[in-house]
């Protein structure tokens, strides 16, 4: 009986037969999309990842992910090809750190209009990474569009689970003055080809190792439950996978790391495995909202990388317990297994598409 659907999320009555729905990940070529692929695939999912360009999807396709062009950027959508037999939709992507030449407010709406698109091709689910609620959300682009999104979705007829993550070992670690969290990397947010953050990091980019200095956003005593892509990653496919994940039609669940540190306690780990002392400099919310204010109406990018700052050096998020109930807790990674792990690998970085 074509059209009719098992009990079970992901499998379909086709012909007579039961098979595979296909779960699509937008971002695929992200890092934190990428490792959503590989979960995926190593649930048994069936994975179609979005990519811009045919190179860039070359590894996802070697790994087993069914890749399919699309821009998200195009005002024309997407097109139906991209979601035919779509059960679950996946969105990691995000104008956090844009390419080179991208336009961020463009990517914004195209995820938008993607997920209008899935919605209307009949998807069961929707994924999305978010994050936390704070009192700068109106100051901060992303967030904004984060916000919008998440409404966006309850507008529709369609499950959603929007998960909302504090800040990311990859990024924020590497932010502050280290490329120890970009090793082994091929695809980190950080790395990406932007012209502003080359720029940002060609004076940054080693300070903790090289000088021992911090470059923190905010107070050094904020608290933050600090979470790794991967673990991330593995929430995102929990709630893919989950016959119902909250019982709710429209959910929002934050997902922690495994323990709440200050900046100062993360300073300290750096210092303990480098075997040196890691001091931090600091630098107020008001310097950050009065550079996004500056540079605004003439450089976005730069501009939206400030409001970023504007809300890790405003906010904190000394939730738990970590995993939001997808993930334990236990086997979550902390500071000192992730940086222990990446000073054990080259430290020459991967190059990212």
């Known amino acids: 009986m074509p059209g009719r659907t098992d009990s079970t999320p992901g499998l379909a009555w086709g012909d ?82 844009p390419r080179s030449g991208d336009d961020p407010d463009a990517l914004d709406a195209g995820v938008g209009r993607a997920v209008e698109e899935a919605v209307a091709a009949g998807v069961r689910r929707v994924v999305i990474a978010s994050v936390p609620v704070t009192p700068v959300d109106r100051q901060v682009p992303f967030v904004q569009s984060r916000r919008a999104l998440e409404e966006r979705l309850r507008g529709l007829d369609v499950e959603t689970v929007a998960l909302r993550m504090p800040p990311y070992l990859e990024c924020w670690l590497a932010l502050v003055g280290s490329s120890i969290p970009l090793r082994g990397e091929p695809h980190a947010t950080i790395g990406r080809p932007s012209s502003f953050l080359r720029t940002f990091r060609a004076g940054t980019a080693t300070l903790v190792e090289r000088r021992g200095l911090m470059l923190v956003p905010g107070s050094p005593a904020h608290r933050n439950a600090f979470v790794s892509v991967r673990d991330v990653a593995r929430a995102m496919v929990e709630a893919v996978r989950r016959d119902a994940v909250t019982g709710l039609p429209h959910a929002e669940i934050e997902v922690a790391g495994p323990e709440v540190l200050t900046w100062q306690e993360v300073a300290d780990v750096f210092g303990r495995l480098l075997g040196r002392r890691v001091r931090i400099l600091s630098t107020p919310p008001r310097v950050y909202a009065a550079m996004a204010g500056v540079l605004g109406p003439v450089a976005t990018v730069p501009a939206r990388t400030m409001a970023l700052n504007l809300l890790i050096a405003s906010t904190e998020t000394p939730w738990s317990p970590g995993g939001g109930g997808l993930v334990d807790p236990a086997t979550m990674t902390t500071l000192d297994q992730f940086l222990t792990a990446k000073l054990a690998l080259p430290e020459e970085l991967p190059t990212v598409a």
């Open 16 to 97: 007579g037969e039961v098979v595979a729905m296909v779960d699509l990940v937008l971002g695929a070529n992200g890092q934190l999309g990428w490792y959503v692929c590989e979960g995926l695939l190593d649930a048994g999912r069936q994975v179609r990842g979005l990519v811009r360009t045919s190179p860039r999807g070359q590894d996802l396709a070697r790994r087993g992910v069914e890749t399919v062009l699309g821009d998200l950027t195009a005002p024309t959508g997407l097109g139906p090809r991209v979601f035919d037999g779509v059960d679950t939709l996946v969105v990691t992507a995000n104008a956090v750190v």
